[in-house]
């Protein structure tokens, strides 16, 4: 059987983009061993199916400090560097898959591309405008040049680029990576657990929505801006309620709690913990909209929001911030559009939302038709025709 190795300094199954890739090698006969973060409740060996989880570090939450995020990235690379070597003695892998961030993972696989072997770097994020958004007038920022040199040797060092979005496309095609390099695979939603059977209720609301939002919380996501919403929308409608799911910047979490409790929103904003997939369907399934309040930031106007896949696939409506990047893909007729950290204007969206139902529905309709385009078979099937076609002289 054919074999695939990834590395990816998270957590496996919980980060997503890399067990739906995984998934789509498995279900097309390719074996995948994937070398990951060790959570506190997990075995360091675990298999699903044809899939194997090496877990080789213990995870820590260390993204809001570069220097420490940096010591700790390196120290996984070095430690995947070895466990590749390790497992290649008895399996032989047609391919090595590297997910960033760090970018500079792609090295791992530095003995088996003098072999030979391909090797991908999927990038999940482009590191140098998420340095730029996370770092704004902060002394970091001088290690700018350094992130710069670091992405642009680990394109180089790998034959094929994967990327989320065709924002994040353009800007390393104007950095020099050659176009036929990059391949694009959106974050699409995973249609083996979000196109499940569901009838969605089309009514006017009166008393409050239930709004949505779940994936990562940290500042640029524009969560704030949402609370301040909730705060508007609980004068005309006092039972409105926004849940937030996910994993949090630790900072901004404590400053999204204390907003809260400065507006008395504590009945109406619930700060919740990470869900799996099978809850955040649930969660889909009760809630009336999802709101994507991001921010306008050179990151942000780039990457493509997963969640709206998510939210789209389930037929709930979602009120999302105007950025390009969310444009490109779903026009007006697909999403109710505000003004970017416009609290004002989201709460306005949304009432008009709630008063008008058939307009609700036929959002819901529209941003179908639009996905259906981008879909996870479709992504699945360019992801592994890609994988295919550098593993063709590497297959046992």
């Known amino acids: 059987m054919i074999k695939v190795n990834m590395v990816v300094f998270s957590y496996f199954p919980a980060d997503t983009r890399v067990l739906r890739e995984a998934q789509a090698l498995g279900r097309a006969g390719i074996a995948v061993d994937v070398i990951c973060l060790k959570d506190k409740k997990e075995t360091e060996v675990e298999r699903f199916g044809n899939i194997t989880a090496y877990r080789i570090m213990k995870g820590t939450a260390a993204k809001e400090n570069v220097f420490k995020y940096f010591i700790l990235s390196s120290l996984f690379g070095l430690l995947a560097f070895f466990k590749l070597i390790r497992l290649s003695f008895k399996n032989k892998y047609s391919l090595i898959q590297a997910h ?31 340095f730029i958004s996370k770092c704004k007038d902060k002394n970091i920022i001088v290690l700018l040049p350094l992130v710069r040199f670091l992405e642009g040797i680990s394109c180089k060092f790998a034959d094929v680029l994967i990327t989320t979005s065709s924002g994040f496309r353009d800007s390393l095609i104007e950095r020099g990576v050659p176009p036929e390099k990059i391949t694009l695979v959106l974050n699409s939603a995973d249609n083996h657990v979000f196109e499940l059977p569901h ?14 939002y779940h994936g990562t919380v940290a500042k640029r996501f524009g969560l704030h801006i949402a609370i301040d919403a909730v705060a508007e929308l609980r004068e005309k409608m006092p039972e409105t309620k ?35 997939l ?6 889909i399934n009760r809630s009336d ?29 979602v009120v999302a911030s105007r950025l390009q990047s969310i444009t490109s893909i779903f026009d007006d007729r697909s999403i109710m559009y505000f003004e970017p950290g416009n609290p004002n204007d989201l709460s306005k969206k949304i009432i008009e939302m709630c008063g008008n139902p058939e307009e609700s529905r036929k959002y819901s309709e529209y941003a179908s038709q639009a996905y259906s385009n981008i879909s996870w078979p479709v992504m699945s099937e360019r992801y592994i025709k890609t994988v295919n076609g550098l593993i063709s002289g590497n297959a046992l």
Not at 199 to 212: F, M, V, Y
């Open 289 to 317: 909209f999802g709101v994507v309040p991001y921010l306008s930031d050179p990151f942000m106007n780039l990457a493509l929001s997963t969640k709206i896949f998510e939210y789209v696939s389930m037929r709930m409506p």
């Open 100 to 130: 960033n961030m760090p970018d500079f993972l792609v090295f791992v696989g530095l003995f088996h591309k003098f072999a030979g072997i391909p090797i991908i770097l999927d990038l999940h994020d482009l590191t140098v405008e998420l």
């Open 242 to 276: 926004l849940c937030i799911y996910g994993k949090y910047d630790p900072s901004y979490k404590a400053e999204l709690q204390a907003q809260i409790k400065a507006k008395g929103l504590e009945n109406n904003v619930t700060i919740g913990g990470f869900l799996g």
């Open 278 to 283: 099978s809850e955040i369907i649930e969660v």
């Open 199 to 212: 009838k969605r209720t089309w009514k006017k609301i009166e008393t409050g929505p239930a709004l949505l």
